[in-house]
């Protein structure tokens, strides 16, 4: 137990002292925010992670898990030319052998997870407009069947996932109405919404995805370990109660203006 | 597992997506702000609890604790006049006797603690130049020892808390020199620190104290018992090394800009 010095104003804690910088929540819900993108790997193995931490944490119920955008090559095409392991391998000068190794690597863990991943059949693209139609998704109560619909058609079954009819098709398919994709699609609707995400994962410091952010506080970097997640989420769960215990008023154990209680 | 509509950006998380909402800390320290006043009978006892937590904490070396002002009574006079319980009483429209049975119980809790505690002689008073010379001796190196002093001046020893002599006479025995205190009570030295402490109190809705703030972020209310404290410190800890794992930029299992590690 070390002492700090007492430091000037403007050095101390700059975010944590603001205004709302500690959010005291009334109710006890626990938000999950995951930033990914449709075509990464790791972010389809996190989300079977997490989804294995939920079900083995016992306020699941009480877990709201919003799934926000992230683009790994925002000037992408909509869709990318040639083949994916050349591309890949020009693109971070690596060695197709190399490319290959990774993603073989890669598709033995997602098998473990019970991801059937074909990533030579990946057609990768643009991924703006799959994350505008996940917030229509979002509205409609359905972002995790569509999340996971873009997912799979992205690294099992070689789909084009920039391609706008493409995403209206797996839409529809994990339960949106077609037109409505469509016409979502045709606009620039939640355009903003995309780019609100993505300049949150920017200001945030996240440079790589999956990223899970528990309780609008802890991050958690990477497709990390089923167990690290629900240690996460426990951690995040005490807080949200730490929190609402000090905002119901009823705390013993501390003085006040009225008192000792 | 319930999935949350997606919400206008201006609704979405406030605090939390802002720059430095989620702070990713490069070096593993953990931060405990505790707010408490001197005339605080739950602070001492909180000061003990959270002493016995890090005892057990494995990384105590790493913590680094400090202590925020908090006035329970701004308007208090230097000197509160008359018996204490009785004014206590009038105060907050209590009977003498409710009031003696309060102090009674909040004096067996601290005998626990192995704090001796005799409430009956306490001489309350305004609390802001103790508090001013608290952060003097935050840069000095002496904070703990100097909030010690001033509890048990003032919960068992009868001590005037208000009266600047006194505060010199206690702080010398914790160690500072009584010329440089006597001096910054004279003037109006960090009288803005004390003030700035006690607007983040405010900012935080921090309405009773002791208030314990683990890692900038996890807020606990209350004397809790050790074992919640302790558990507190835990979950920072483990907040602070997902941070630190986070922005490290070694963390595999993530898919970035420069391809998938």
């Not at 449709?38 to 989804?51: H, M, S, T, Y």
């Not at 083949?83 to 290959?100: L, P």
């Not at 409609?140 to 799979?152: I, N, P, Y």
Request: glycine fraction near 10%; hydrophobic fraction near 40%.
């Amino acid at each position: 137990m070390k002492e700090r010095r007492s430091l000037s104003s403007s050095e101390r804690h700059p975010s944590h002292f603001g205004r709302g910088g500690l959010k005291l929540r009334r109710m006890k819900k626990l938000s999950v925010d995951v930033w990914s993108d449709v075509v990464c790997p790791w972010c389809a193995v996190g989300k079977r992670r997490l989804e294995a931490a939920l079900a083995k944490f016992p306020h699941r119920a009480d877990v709201e898990v919003v799934w926000r955008a992230f683009e790994l090559d925002p000037t992408a095409p909509r869709v990318a030319v040639g083949d994916n392991a050349e591309r890949i391998a020009k693109k971070y000068g690596r060695s197709r052998a190399q490319v290959e190794e990774m993603t073989a690597q890669l598709t033995r863990l997602a098998a473990i997870e019970g991801l059937d991943f074909h990533l030579d059949r990946s057609r990768s693209g643009n991924t703006f407009d799959a994350h505008r139609v996940l917030h229509l998704a979002s509205e409609r109560g359905l972002q995790d069947a569509v999340k996971e619909r873009f997912f799979r058609g992205y690294m099992t079954e070689g789909e084009a996932i920039g391609e706008p009819e493409v995403l209206v098709r797996l839409a529809a398919e994990a339960g949106l109405d077609p037109e409505e994709v469509r016409a979502t699609l045709a606009t620039d609707r939640y355009a903003d919404d995309v780019r609100d995400e993505e300049r949150a994962a920017r200001e945030m410091g996240i440079s790589g995805v999956p990223f899970f952010v528990i309780g609008g506080k802890l991050g958690v970097s990477g497709a990390q370990p089923t167990e690290v997640l629900l240690r996460a989420l426990e951690q995040g769960w005490a807080s949200v109660e730490a929190a609402t215990g000090a905002s119901g008023g009823s705390e013993a154990a501390v003085c006040g203006p009225e008192g000792c209680g």
